[in-house]
T-cell receptor, first 114, second 115 residues
Framework: KAGVTQTPRYLIKTRGQQVTLSCSPI?????VSWYQQTPGQGLQFLFE???????NKGNFPGRFSGRQFSNSRSEMNVSTLELGDSALYLC?????????????FGQGTRLTVV | AQSVTQLDSQVPVFEEAPVELRCNYS??????LFWYVQYPNQGLQLLLK??????LVESINGFEAEFNKSQTSFHLRKPSVHISDTAEYFC?????????????FGKGTLLTVNP
């Protein structure tokens, strides 16, 4: 069974640009969550999607957005990039419906903003 | 709101020594608890979980953790560590809150096993 796949693995962007990151969950998993990991703030929850609907959102500005497609694949978008957006972005999938289960994480996309 | 505190940011130990990584959580409702491990330039891998039932949970590679509701703790232990256990360990909590699924992580503990 294939794991969670995130593309690309590495990305370098310039301040002011926008970026789209992709996540393919484990087959059959309908919940996809996104997290930002930085040395200073640690792991912070961005948002969670289930069946194409955003069910939960973290405390991030509106520049951070996401969506989920009918095949459960998800994308997150960051517009008007700032230097502080440099981070490892992790995607996690789970088969959570109403009872929490473990989340399976991808290897992440390392975004560097210069 | 839920929160997780990992009391030690770094724990250096010698190979074959025992180790305990501490985790305390704060929540007003029932929780589900997890330990994840992260190796350099990798994502997070689930080490073990507490969802219900026995308060002592074990992983396949010798780690164990005990859920203590009265002390709101979920400390991770291993009786004898190996060099390969060097990694960053994250404690996480998920509240039972209907259809919302969100993990709240601690800041992480870097375990360094020295020969």
């Amino acid at each position: 069974k294939a794991g969670v796949t995130q593309t690309p693995r590495y990305l370098i962007k310039t301040r002011g640009q926008q970026v789209t990151l992709s996540c393919s969950p484990i087959s059959g998993h309908r919940s996809v969550s996104w997290y930002q990991q930085t040395p200073g703030q640690g792991l912070q929850f961005l948002f969670e999607y289930f069946s194409e609907t955003q069910r939960n959102k973290g405390n991030f500005p509106g520049r951070f957005s996401g969506r989920q497609f009918s095949n459960s694949r998800s994308e997150m978008n960051v517009s008007t990039l700032e230097l502080g957006d440099s981070a490892l972005y992790l995607c996690a999938s789970s088969n959570f419906t109403h009872v929490p289960t473990e989340a399976f994480f991808g290897q992440g996309t390392r975004l560097t903003v210069v | 709101a839920q929160s997780v505190t990992q009391l030690d940011s770094q724990v250096p130990v010698f190979e074959e020594a025992p180790v305990e990584l501490r985790c305390n959580y704060s929540s007003s409702v029932s929780v589900y608890l997890f330990w994840y491990v992260q190796y350099p330039n990798q994502g997070l891998q689930l080490l073990l979980k507490y969802l219900s039932g026995s308060t002592l949970v074990e992983s396949i590679n010798g780690f164990e953790a005990e859920f203590n509701k009265s002390q709101t703790s979920f400390h991770l232990r291993k009786p004898s560590v190996h060099i390969s256990d060097t990694a960053e360990y994250f404690c996480a909590v998920s509240e039972s809150m209907g259809s919302n699924y969100k993990l709240t992580f601690g800041k992480g503990t870097l375990l360094t096993v020295n020969p």
